[in-house]
């Protein structure tokens, strides 16, 4: 029976089983501390808590900075648009997708951050596919920080171009690295705001040795818009830089503001390149316009609620006073993300487990996503937290047995 079945012979001798084939690898995994596992929220809680496995967990590693994403106002401003313009966007910004909730967000967005206009995508990662992809190839040299976000580090690998990376925050490296080598066009490309180590970029020098070189300098600012600056206008804010210093800006609706989706903002010129070639704009479905009207309401809040920000740099300070006269190992951050440097992985899992049972929850960020050696507790605060949460959660860190604590 089994012989007469020609199908079932040509499977056993030319497909390799699946199960058997994968296995290996994800065992390896488990056994070096990287196997990367999935919590799942269960409804009923808001930031900063969030109910798993029938508790309560208080959030100490979320990106929803302003404590936006759960914000009543946003939820009815997304529920209006569902109802008047329908969920799904039905096409391609390029054929039927673009509604005028897209194109108003798109303008707000480009007087937000100064430029004359701004472009929305469907998430970070393919903005950045999509932007550096469109402005370098084969031809061209792309100069950029060794600790980039992934979307970065895979945008400038697809593109084709020459990359040279340089050590995180050098920008004399940078400036090496540009002299060093040729390219028809020069671009510099780091993250306002480093994801995993909540550090800025030296933005000022970079923009700097951009000028000295015939270089552009784009910067991916997920993690600083709506957070950093006084009126939350990102890293470019804090520098005091504008369009003619970093030509190219990135940022993501997902994180500060609560929502989700992307935006590359810049020159006309610049915007107009990318709706002829960004292939990650072109090739896929707008995102639903009741997505652009919360992250409309959210842009708002961002600006006309500057008291959120006050509360989250108190938080910061609060968390960084009290971690460094614990001993821990804080990293040189001003942002919201204050990761506590572990090493080992399994350590780093080990105390994300203690914490959890103890009602905390923060993520242990291992390899590849840091250097092999650097994994840590990657701490996050958001407005949402009070000043007690901080001091509950240092309070924890402070009898954690797998966090090395010093003086
Ligand atoms: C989160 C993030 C992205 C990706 O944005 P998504 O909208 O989540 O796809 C890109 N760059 C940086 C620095 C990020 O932190």
Redesign the pocket.
């Given at each position: 029976m089994r012989q007469s079945d020609p199908c079932r012979i040509s499977r056993e001798r030319f497909m390799p089983d699946p199960e058997q084939t994968l296995a290996p690898d994800l065992e390896q995994l488990t056994a070096r501390h990287l196997r990367r596992t999935r919590r799942t929220v269960e409804q009923g809680a808001r930031l900063p808590f969030a109910n798993v496995d029938g508790r309560q967990l208080r959030v100490f590693c979320s990106?929803d900075y302003l404590g936006l994403a759960h914000d009543p106002r946003l939820a009815e401003a997304m529920a209006d648009a569902a109802r008047l313009w329908g969920v799904g966007s039905g096409a391609a910004h390029l054929v039927t997708g673009h509604t005028e909730i897209h194109h108003c967000l798109e303008a707000e967005l480009a007087e937000f951050t100064g430029r004359e206009r701004a472009l929305l995508f469907s998430?970070?990662?393919?903005?950045?596919l999509g932007l550096i992809s469109a402005l370098a190839g084969r031809r061209d040299l792309i100069v950029e920080d060794r600790l980039?976000?992934a979307?970065?580090i895979d945008a400038t690998r697809l593109c084709g171009a020459r990359v040279r990376r340089y050590c995180h925050g050098d920008s004399a490296a940078a400036d090496a690295r540009l002299d060093a080598a040729a390219g028809e066009r020069r671009l510099i490309v780091t993250?306002g705001?480093?994801?995993m180590d909540g550090d800025t970029a030296p933005l000022s020098d970079l923009a700097r040795v951009a000028a000295l070189r015939d270089a552009w300098l784009i910067v991916?600012d997920?993690?600083g818009l709506g957070v950093m600056g006084k009126n939350g206008r990102g890293s470019l804010e804090v520098h005091g830089l504008g369009p003619d210093d970093v030509p190219g800006l990135?940022g993501?609706?997902?994180?500060a503001f609560g929502a989700?989706?992307?935006f590359v903002a810049g020159s006309h010129a610049l915007i107009e390149t990318l709706i002829q070639h960004a292939r990650t704009y072109i090739y896929t479905t707008a995102p639903p316009p009741a997505v652009a009207a919360a992250a409309r309401r959210a842009l708002q809040i961002v600006q006309d609620e500057s008291g959120r920000r006050d509360h989250l740099a108190a938080l910061i300070k609060r968390f960084r006073d009290g971690a460094s006269s614990l001993g821990l190992r804080l990293m040189p951050s001003a942002s919201p993300i204050q990761p506590l440097l572990v090493g080992d992985p399994g350590q780093a899992l080990a105390a994300s487990q203690w914490l959890y049972e103890r009602g905390f929850w923060i993520a242990a960020i291992r390899p590849p996503t840091v250097p092999v050696g650097s994994s840590r507790l990657r701490v996050t605060l958001s407005a949402a937290h009070r000043t007690g949460d901080v001091d509950d959660l240092l309070e924890a860190l402070s009898r954690c047995p797998a966090l090395e604590i010093g003086g």
């Open positions: 990106n998430t970070g990662y393919m903005a950045n980039n976000h979307s970065l993250d705001v480093f994801s991916d997920a993690h990135m993501t609706l997902g994180k989700f989706g992307a």
